[in-house]
């Protein structure tokens, strides 16, 4: 029985989209009826606050949870009426992730049943946490399995679409896995239960909710990197023939680049952000424009290097799928896009020597994902509802 099964037509859910950078609130209308799309009724989002200070998780999670109560409450006082569900989906630096291959095999022949599948899932969670709880030295570390999905399995060797009931003598499953510290979790359902009271909360992450959005709209390719670009974190997912195989993240995104040119123009945050915004629109005299281009391709660089020794940290992977499936805050995706289209060195580290990026803002989601009219095309709350009503689809 998937998380959200029931006899109604339609469940009110609350989703909270918790980035580096800010948290938005939509209310989302999600039929049951797997043929309907979701429907998104009411969007808020509201900043984090910006920190001078090196990103550490405590300044991170106090500034967060501000933004979280401001989003929540604003979220309650459209008057939508009580959320079935809240589900509060996390981007990085709030969680981790990693995958991880199950295996089991046997001299006879059996039969690959459910049971079977969750009793192995359940026994390398349970590892997980065993594992995780020898590293950590106080209770603030304390782990959570947040989510976990099956993206394969192969019996005897062979990759099989519907394993159930079939006989094997070994199965290999890949499980994607993402955990956060219990602490920070708690925190977040505190929160939520002070405005919405007693209602169930689950949680996801970003990198997942986009490669299921990803993968229900674009049928090709079957391999590409999934790169947001947060506030403070960019986050990259690598989908090899349809498997979300792996998730790497880098302290360099929006608030960085912003922090970085106020530091060296000696200006104000706001000043940046709107000298900058005359500088992509065209409208920044050209003498000014000049003066500004070498700054510009300073941050390209560290932005570039910071994506090339993440990647470069990944065990087994030689070259990278040259399609980029792009999410960023609408001023800086152009910007980001054009960084990863010209930079020689990431364009080598791609199958074909060459990317091609598909910047996603919203509009593409549209047969997906419908907006209301008291709403906004808001693309990661989109992508997040979309998810929402596609992760339950599972290959067991």
Request: charged share 25%; hydrophobic share 40%; glycine share 4%.
């Amino acid at each position: 029985m998937g998380l959200f099964t029931s006899k109604k037509k339609e469940e009110i859910v609350a989703i909270f989209d918790i980035g580096s950078g800010s948290v938005g609130g939509a209310i989302v209308s999600l039929p049951t009826n797997e043929e309907i799309v979701p429907t998104i009724l009411k969007t808020t989002r509201t900043e984090i606050s910006y920190s001078n200070e090196k990103l550490n998780t405590a300044t991170f999670t106090k500034n967060m949870i501000k933004a979280l109560d401001s989003t929540a409450n604003a979220l309650y006082h459209t008057k939508s009426g009580a959320p079935d569900k809240v589900v509060c989906v996390i981007a990085s630096p709030g969680y981790f992730s990693e995958t991880r291959s199950i295996k089991m095999s046997k001299e006879k022949s059996f039969v690959f049943t459910e049971k079977i599948a969750n009793e192995l899932i359940q026994k390398e969670i349970k590892s997980i946490n065993i594992a995780y709880k020898k590293k950590s030295k106080t209770i603030y570390n304390e782990l959570e399995i947040i989510e976990h999905h099956i993206m394969n399995v192969d019996l005897n060797g062979y990759h099989v679409e519907s394993p159930l009931g079939m006989h094997t003598k070994s199965v290999e499953m890949n499980m994607f896995v993402s955990f956060s510290q219990k602490f920070f979790l708690d925190k977040i359902r505190k929160v939520i239960f002070k405005t919405f009271h007693e209602i169930p909360v689950y949680f996801s992450s970003f990198i997942t909710a986009s490669y299921f959005a990803v993968r229900d709209k674009y049928i090709s390719p079957d391999s590409y990197l999934l790169v947001d670009i947060g506030g403070e974190v960019t986050e990259v997912g690598i989908v090899s023939k349809g498997i979300l195989k792996a998730s790497l993240s880098f302290p360099f995104g929006k608030k960085t680049f912003f922090k970085y040119m106020s530091t060296k123009l000696e200006i104000e945050l706001r000043d940046a952000q709107e000298l900058f915004n005359l500088y992509s629109t065209g409208y920044l005299a050209e003498s000014k424009r000049k003066k500004l281009e070498p700054l510009f391709k300073s941050i390209e660089n560290s932005w570039s290097e910071s994506f090339r020794k993440s990647v470069a940290s990944l065990p087994h992977i030689l070259a990278l799928p040259s399609t980029v499936f792009l999410t960023a805050d609408l001023d800086l995706i152009k910007w980001f896009s054009e960084v990863i289209l010209n930079e020689e060195f990431i364009q080598l580290m791609t199958i074909n020597h060459k990317c091609t990026v598909i910047s996603l803002k919203g509009c593409e989601f549209t047969k997906t994902c419908k907006v209301d009219k008291d709403a906004i095309y808001d693309p990661f709350l989109m992508i997040e509802s979309i998810a929402v009503m596609r992760k339950n689809k599972s290959i067991l």
